[in-house]
T-cell receptor, first 117, second 112 residues
């Protein structure tokens, strides 16, 4: 399936590195999401972009920085991460936009498995 | 109280049996409800939306109880391929950082 793609699929980085995760959706959707999935924890919504609107989870540390240059692409810039940031980072998209994001089906990418040493 | 709670399981169920599990939510303003399925080391995929009147899709039935604030998923004639983690998702219109919440998931193992 190629609806939502993510690169890289695996990433190992040191705490002083800077890296970026990329997500691309080919579905013409209006909302895109970043999630963090850690072992034994529920998926945690980090950021949402809905057309011109960005919604964020206030508990996400500033070492995670999202960027949405257009409706099809979403990036997550990483810098000075901690070992506890190691997790699966999932991107998703959905059709509905402002005011209604999250209320319809989300299509997930395969995820980037991040390990911070 | 956690926003969305699920029994993590695992539920070990023989093939062909019927299994049901619930998901409770704490926000009475919640408006949209979904069940997603996540296979091991794969991304979540929508299983079904949950409507107020309840809905059925083949062997799967989902129901919503607003008064008691829970949704349920019933799987009949379970197949080996039903083994997965089932995630409950609760959202409210208007978004906001707390507008979309996943449960931890219920792990289901169908045994031959």
């Amino acid at each position: 399936e190629t609806g939502v793609t993510q690169t890289p699929r695996h990433l190992v980085m040191g705490m002083t590195n800077k890296k970026s995760l990329k997500c691309e959706q080919h579905l013409g959707h209006n909302a895109m999401y970043w999630y963090k999935q850690s072992a034994k924890k529920p998926l945690e919504l980090m950021f949402v972009y809905s057309l011109e609107e960005r919604v964020e989870n206030n508990s996400v540390p500033s070492r995670f920085s999202p960027e949405c240059p257009n409706s099809s692409h979403l990036f997550l810039h990483l810098h000075t991460l901690q070992p506890e940031d190691s997790a699966l980072y999932l991107c998703a998209s959905s059709q509905r936009g402002i005011g209604f994001w999250g209320t319809d089906t989300q299509y997930f990418g395969p995820g980037t498995r991040l390990t911070v040493l | 109280r956690k926003e969305v709670e699920q029994d993590p399981g695992p539920f070990n169920v023989p093939e062909g049996a019927t299994v049901a599990f619930n998901c409770t939510y704490s926000n009475s303003a919640s408006q949209s409800f979904f069940w997603y399925r996540q296979d091991c080391r794969k991304e979540p995929k929508l299983l079904m939306s949950v409507y107020s009147s309840g809905n059925e899709d083949g062997r799967f039935t989902a129901q919503l109880n607003r008064a008691s604030q829970y949704i349920s998923l019933l799987i009949r004639d379970s197949k080996l391929s039903d083994s997965a983690t089932y995630l409950c998702v609760v959202t409210k219109t208007g978004g906001g950082a707390d507008g979309l919440t996943f449960g931890k998931g219920t792990h289901l193992i169908i045994q031959p």
